[in-house]
């Protein structure tokens, strides 16, 4: 466990040191601010709830913001550190390589997380201090949001540490995270939507529909963020779809979670059986 | 006592290459061992089978009384190790990454002072990796290497990339350490610095073990010969060889330098009659073969 926080430190150090933690804190609040307040533009103030537009434009932002930035921060964790040559020398420390893959999650995990409550926080910050009215059922909407936004980031940071120790070369693990990227939150949904088009209700039933949903972290969270109770859903345009898919929020948190650790799972063996 | 390293039979192969074929060796501690060999022989495999990066294909590898490849971290701790061509993330300072590498030891941070010092880098331990020179980076990596006075040091080409005066630095740092009891890897295809510094030499070539002694040992098995040189006044060259009954193997320089071949037996009998030559000899020189003709003799064996 000391090794694991060791390492994380490590990893946070440098991230503040390159000024990562910075670009991306200024990256989320830049884009959260502006959308906060272009955004809510065309409700105007008679929006009794301006926090909830925030929270659909911002989890829609998310969905493809969070994801690419994990991916972009993780790729590179084990194929890049082997390729510096930085790896074989930690490798001989008393450390287990599980040790060394856990310790870099929870290091950019927390930069992560880090730059996301800042970055979001500031928007919501901001509205509050603007004079507009928001009660304590959107609060807790927009920590959810922030909460299920990390656990998104999670989600991809594992992906991410899967694909680095699968190649050999840092080119290759960039090129598939990529493609990672591009098949789950753009091709996954055009593609879906394509086959309910066709099938017209035939073949895929709601229950089929929620599993096929699940097998998509990005569309867990946009249920859990845009189909949720709050009157976000009625603005996000998912109140159809959660009308027919009903998954209780239990399952789609355990659903990111399970997202988060099978990759963790299968990145730390098979790193650990790799030879250097 | 029990050896630190030993190796009994241990084959390394990657798909079809065979890196290590079944190479066997002990180490003592104490000693200061030259690993010798092309690039590409096997030097590096070897050095990450006792660090326990890679796992044999056959045969067995222990170091400091542990499978290095086992997943225990209990003998690591008392393990260094300068990787070729040693890499730092460049954003942190010196200084961060001794204190990073010596909380990994479970060792004092307040130690790294001492070590900064040692490598002659207490100057520059504040400043960004990034700002260091190759000498420096190099320094950096022996100091890591030393955190923790570690028993057995493997040091993987330490000396490409130094100047002389670093060198000289170097093998005085490592001449310490084994004196304080540390055993030594040294890897280098830069023979003749590591002549007079080790005790013992192995010698790898495409992944055998060809050769394996101190360095007297490898004279005596290699019965190479030795080289005596002889200065006379200018043109007395040929009356020196006549004196010397003139061996096959005298050469010539510039008509007062003659250089012969001999066995150490043939080297006696020719320094006696060169004492009784009186005046004629100006100077005279014996030069065993070197490491690198030693090294030389031992490949040629191998590839007939």
Known sequence: ?276 | MTALVDIAHATKRYGTLEAVRDISFALEPGQTVALVGHNGAGKTTLIKLMLGLVRPTEGSVRVLGEDPAGGGTEARRQLGYLPESVSFNTALTGREVLAFYARLKSEPVAGIQALLDRVGLAKAADRRIGTYSKGMRQRLGLAQALIGTPQLLLLDEPTTGLDPGLRMEFYEIVGELSDRGATVVLSSHVLTELEERTERVLIVSRGHLVADGTIDELRRIAELPAKVRVSVAPGEAERLRGLMGDPASGRTFNGHRVEFDVTPSEKIELLRRAAGAGDLIRDIDVVPPSLDELYAHFLRKETP
């Open chain 1, 1 to 276: 466990m000391r090794n694991v926080l060791l390492i994380a430190a490590k990893e946070i150090q440098e991230s503040l040191r390159n000024r990562w933690v910075l670009a991306m804190t200024a990256l989320l609040a830049a884009l959260a601010l502006s959308l906060t307040f272009l955004g809510s533009a065309p409700t105007g103030n008679v929006g009794a709830r301006a926090l909830d537009v925030v929270i659909v434009s911002l989890s829609s932002l998310t969905i493809f913001l969070v994801p690419l930035v994990a991916l972009l921060i993780s790729h590179d964790a084990v194929v890049g550190e082997t390729e510096r040559g930085t790896m074989l020398l930690l490798l001989s420390y008393p450390v287990s390589r599980g040790q060394v893959l856990f310790g870099k999650f929870t290091g950019h995990l927390a930069i992560l997380a880090f730059a996301t409550v800042l970055g979001y926080g500031t928007a919501a910050v901001t509205l509050a201090a603007t004079g507009a009215a928001i009660d304590a059922r959107s609060w807790m909407a927009f920590a959810t949001m922030i909460g299920t936004s990390i656990l998104l980031g999670a989600v991809f940071i594992a992906i991410g540490y899967l694909v680095s120790v699968l190649v050999r070369e840092r080119a290759t693990a960039a090129g598939i995270a990529i493609g990672v990227w591009l098949l789950l939150v753009v091709v996954f949904d055009m593609a879906l939507l394509g086959v309910l088009v066709i099938d017209q209700g035939r073949l895929i039933s709601p229950a089929a529909l929620s599993g096929l949903l699940l097998l998509n972290p990005a569309d867990v969270y946009r249920l859990l963020n845009l189909a949720g109770a709050t009157s976000a859903s009625a603005f996000s345009g998912m109140s159809g779809l959660a009308g027919t898919v009903s998954l209780a929020p239990a399952l789609l948190l355990s659903a990111l979670a399970a997202w988060t650790l099978v990759p963790l799972a299968l990145a730390a063996m098979i790193f650990s059986r790799r030879e250097l």
